[in-house]
C-alpha cells in the first residue's frame, strides 16, 4: 500500500482532489476512482467529495495499493429534460421538466424527452431506443412511461386505448371551482390545430375530465384533475370552455389565464399520479411525483398573503 500525506499550503489551497492530483500524478479518473474507494482523508475523515475545499493547515492523505486501478463509480445520470422514477429491462417511468417536447414537433428536431432517454440509454450500453406510448404537452410537467421496445410500447398503448391507465394531475385554474365536477364533450381540431369542444359524437373524440377542489387561493383554484380518456389538450380545452383556464395557458382564453402571482413561463399543470398494470408481469404499478416548485411556492405565497 502506499500512503501520501501532506499539510496544505499556501500553493495548495482550494480543492482536495487537486491536492490528491498533485500527491499521486493520477489521472482524473484515477483520482475519482480514489475518491470513490474511500481512498482519501482530509485532517483523518473519509472524503468523498472530488470538490471539497481545503484550507491552510488541513492534512490530506491518499492511502491506496499502486498496482490495482481503481475505476471511478458510474454517475447518477442528469437530464434537465427529465428525472427517472423508475425503470426495468422493459420500460422506464420518467418526471418530464416542462418546456420541453416529448416528440419533435418538426423533422431533424432532437430536444425533446424521446431523444433525451435515447442518449441515456447510450450511455448506459444499451441498443434500445425509447419509445413512445403518450405523450404530455410542451409546457406541461410529470409523469410519462416509454417502453423499451415496440412490442413493449404496443402492450402499453393497448392499456391507454382501453382507457385502463390511472392519470391524475394537479392545475391552478383561473376563477373559484366547485367542489367537483365532471366536463364530457367531443374534442374536434380546427384548420389552424386548435383543439374546441363540440357535442357531436361524429364530429370528434370522447373526452370525459373529472375534477375535485383543494383550495382556492385569491381567484384561483388548486385542483385534482382525473382522466377518464387522454385526448391532446384535453384538459386545457375543458377547463377553457368553462371559463377557468389554466394559469400560463397562452393558447386556450389567454385573456383569463394571466395571474400577477403566476411569473413562469409554463402551465400550472402537472402529471401527478400514473398507473397502469406492467405489459409482461401484469403486476399493477402506480407512480407519483410531487407538483414542481413553481405551483407549489403559488399556493404557498397567496396563502401566506
Same mark, same amino acid.
Given at each position: 500500500? !502506499?500512503?501520501?500525506? @501532506?499539510?496544505?499550503?499556501?500553493?495548495?489551497?482550494?480543492?482536495?482532489?487537486? @491536492?490528491?492530483?498533485?500527491?499521486?500524478?493520477?489521472?482524473?479518473?484515477?483520482?475519482?476512482?480514489?475518491?470513490?474507494?474511500?481512498?482519501? #482523508?482530509?485532517?483523518? %475523515? &473519509?472524503?468523498?467529495?472530488? /470538490?471539497?475545499?481545503?484550507?491552510?493547515?488541513?492534512?490530506?492523505?491518499?492511502?491506496?495499493?499502486?498496482?490495482?486501478? +481503481?475505476?471511478?463509480?458510474?454517475?447518477?445520470?442528469?437530464?434537465?429534460?427529465?428525472?427517472?422514477?423508475?425503470?426495468?429491462?422493459?420500460?422506464?417511468?420518467?418526471?418530464?421538466?416542462?418546456?420541453?417536447? #416529448?416528440?419533435?414537433?418538426?423533422? /431533424?428536431? #432532437?430536444?425533446?424527452?424521446?431523444?433525451?432517454?435515447?442518449?441515456?440509454?447510450?450511455?448506459?450500453?444499451?441498443?434500445?431506443?425509447?419509445?413512445?406510448?403518450?405523450?404530455?404537452?410542451?409546457? !406541461?410537467?410529470?409523469?410519462? !412511461?416509454?417502453?423499451? $421496445?415496440?412490442?413493449?410500447?404496443?402492450?402499453?398503448?393497448?392499456?391507454?386505448?382501453?382507457?385502463?391507465?390511472?392519470? %391524475? +394531475?394537479?392545475?391552478?385554474?383561473?376563477?373559484?371551482?366547485?367542489?367537483?365536477?365532471?366536463?364530457?364533450? +367531443?374534442?374536434?381540431? $380546427?384548420?389552424?390545430?386548435?383543439? +374546441?369542444?363540440?357535442?357531436?359524437?361524429?364530429?370528434?373524440?370522447?373526452?370525459?375530465?373529472?375534477?375535485?377542489?383543494?383550495?382556492?387561493?385569491?381567484?384561483?383554484?388548486?385542483?385534482?384533475?382525473?382522466?377518464?380518456?387522454? &385526448? =391532446?389538450?384535453?384538459? =386545457? !380545452?375543458?377547463?377553457?370552455?368553462?371559463?377557468?383556464?389554466?394559469?400560463?395557458?397562452? =393558447?386556450?382564453?389567454?385573456?383569463?389565464?394571466?395571474?400577477?402571482?403566476?411569473?413562469?413561463?409554463?402551465?400550472?399543470?402537472?402529471?401527478?399520479?400514473?398507473?397502469? &398494470?406492467?405489459?409482461?408481469?401484469?403486476?399493477?404499478? &402506480?407512480?407519483?411525483?410531487?407538483?414542481?416548485?413553481?405551483?407549489?411556492?403559488?399556493?404557498?405565497?397567496?396563502?401566506?398573503?
Amino acid at each position: 500500500m !502506499v500512503l501520501k500525506r @501532506v499539510a496544505v499550503g499556501a500553493e495548495l489551497v482550494g480543492r482536495a482532489d487537486r @491536492v490528491v492530483q498533485k500527491l499521486t500524478g493520477l489521472s482524473r479518473s484515477g483520482i475519482r476512482g480514489l475518491f470513490d474507494h474511500d481512498c482519501v #482523508t482530509v485532517n483523518g %475523515e &473519509r472524503c468523498a467529495s472530488i /470538490g471539497a475545499g481545503v484550507v491552510c493547515g488541513d492534512v490530506v492523505e491518499a492511502q491506496y495499493d499502486a498496482h490495482r486501478r +481503481y475505476h471511478e463509480r458510474p454517475r447518477p445520470w442528469e437530464d434537465d429534460a427529465f428525472r427517472i422514477i423508475a425503470e426495468d429491462q422493459h420500460l422506464i417511468v420518467v418526471d418530464k421538466a416542462a418546456g420541453v417536447l #416529448t416528440v419533435p414537433a418538426h423533422p /431533424g428536431e #432532437t430536444n425533446t424527452v424521446v431523444h433525451a432517454i435515447s442518449r441515456y440509454f447510450a450511455h448506459r450500453g444499451l441498443r434500445e431506443r425509447a419509445q413512445v406510448v403518450h405523450r404530455l404537452d410542451h409546457d !406541461v410537467s410529470g409523469l410519462l !412511461v416509454f417502453a423499451k $421496445s415496440r412490442d413493449i410500447a404496443e402492450k402499453l398503448q393497448d392499456q391507454f386505448e382501453e382507457r385502463k391507465p390511472e392519470r %391524475e +394531475y394537479e392545475a391552478i385554474v383561473h376563477g373559484v371551482m366547485p367542489a367537483q365536477g365532471t366536463f364530457e364533450s +367531443y374534442l374536434a381540431t $380546427s384548420r389552424n390545430l386548435q383543439r +374546441y369542444s363540440t357535442q357531436y359524437p361524429n364530429a370528434g373524440q370522447l373526452a370525459v375530465t373529472h375534477f375535485q377542489l383543494q383550495s382556492v387561493v385569491h381567484g384561483a383554484s388548486w385542483l385534482r384533475v382525473w382522466l377518464e380518456t387522454g &385526448r =391532446r389538450n384535453q384538459i =386545457r !380545452v375543458h377547463f377553457a370552455d368553462a371559463g377557468h383556464p389554466v394559469l400560463g395557458d397562452p =393558447r386556450y382564453r389567454p385573456d383569463l389565464s394571466s395571474h400577477p402571482q403566476w411569473r413562469v413561463k409554463r402551465l400550472a399543470l402537472h402529471a401527478a399520479v400514473l398507473g397502469f &398494470r406492467h405489459p409482461i408481469t401484469g403486476r399493477p404499478l &402506480r407512480f407519483e411525483a410531487a407538483a414542481p416548485l413553481a405551483m407549489r411556492s403559488f399556493v404557498g405565497e397567496q396563502r401566506r398573503s
